[in-house]
Each structure stands twice: as C-alpha cells, then as structure tokens.
C-alpha cells in the first residue's frame, strides 16, 4: 500500500504529562534514502526514533510501516545488545545471513581485530559497544535503520570506521546527529529540523549544519 516508501509518520504526536514534545511530524523514507534528524537537547529526536520503531505509541497521528519492512534500531542505551552473550553471538544473532567465515571477518576487520571474540558484550566499553551494534545491523538485511547518534562515544578513528561501514550500507538511514562529520559523511537527501519552539536557542552551530546539505 505504501508503493516505495518503506516507513513514514502522519501528524505525529507526543506529549510527557503537560510537555508536548512532538507537536505534528511528518516524514517519507523513501527506499535507500537518507533522512538526518536535528535538533537541541530535548527537542524530542529519540522520542521521534522511538516511535518509528514501534518502542512507542504517539498520542495521535500513526506511524506508517510499509510492506515488508526490516527495521534495525541503534540506541544509545545499547539495549538491543545480549549483553550475556559473547561478541560473536551478538553479530551472528544480529546478522543472521552471515556465514561463521563472514563473522570472523567482519569481528577481525571492523572490530577489535578479532580478539575480543569471546567476551561477553556487557564487559565491552561504551565505545564497543557501539561499534557491535553498529556492525550487527549494517549486516542485519534490515532495510531502514533508525540510528540515534551513533557516533556519540567514538574516538576519531572508530568514528570513521563506523561512518565508513554506515555509509556502504544500502538500505535506508535515519539518523539523529549533532555530529558535522557524521552528516558529512551520510550526505543525507534531506534534514527534518525539531525546532522547540525557542528561537534563540537556535544557534550558529545548528546553522551550519543545515547550511551543509
Ligand atoms: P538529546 O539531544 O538530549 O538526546 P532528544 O531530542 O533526543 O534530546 P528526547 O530524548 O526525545 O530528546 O526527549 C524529549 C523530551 O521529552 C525531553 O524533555 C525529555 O525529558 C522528555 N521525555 C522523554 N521521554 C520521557 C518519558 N518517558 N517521560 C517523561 N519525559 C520524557
């Protein structure tokens, strides 16, 4: 029913007690499209990821997912992560189509050059985990993945690893950043702004960032 658009909202709405935080959002992904999401602290990014991903319902318009859709959810609480399972079992449970071989390349190119394995994922630095994540869904066969901000806790050259990996990935990408580097790198085809509504707090940062795409 949805043509080509694998994921899209009508009119969304969410509100917390008397904070309105979302106050009628529209969007359209459109298949291997890149959509970035901006706004302040607060401005309700993750509220608006959350309900893509069905972690939520809003208070009135509705989330379309289309036919056949694959959603791959990064959050920054790294709570897709088992974090009881070892490293190679979080990919291999992430990335299902992923030979034994694919895994051990992919954990001994992209990640920790392999060695960490065999460790349990809760003992992984933040930084880690992250990238586990990350690997687990560019090689999950989701079509859309919703990241919310995904290079947040990344040294410089994890950061371009994983912008590297991302950037490859052929489905589409919905990203919540405050990185200029990471909107760089995902050249998106276009940014939702979440204004909150407070003008002056709109600053020269967020400016420039608008003024790239
Ligand atoms: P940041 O850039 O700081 O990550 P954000 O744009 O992702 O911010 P959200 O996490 O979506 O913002 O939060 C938007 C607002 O909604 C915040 O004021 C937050 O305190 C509030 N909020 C989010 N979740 C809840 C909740 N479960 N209960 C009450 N308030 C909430």
Redesign the pocket.
Known sequence: PCGRMPLGAVSLEKS??D?A?LKGVDLAVDRGSRLVVL??????????LRLLAGRERPDGGRVVHGHGLRLGYFAQEHDTLDTGASVRENLAAAAPGLTDGEVRRVLGSFLFGGDDADKPAGVLSGGEKTRLALAGLVHSGANVLLLD?PTNNLDPASRDEVLAAVGTYPGAIVM?T?DEGALDALRPDRVLL?PDGTEDLWNAEYRELVALT
């Open positions: 917390y007690g904070l935080v706004g302040y602290n607060g401005a309700g990014k993750t509220t608006l901000e919540v405050h979440l």
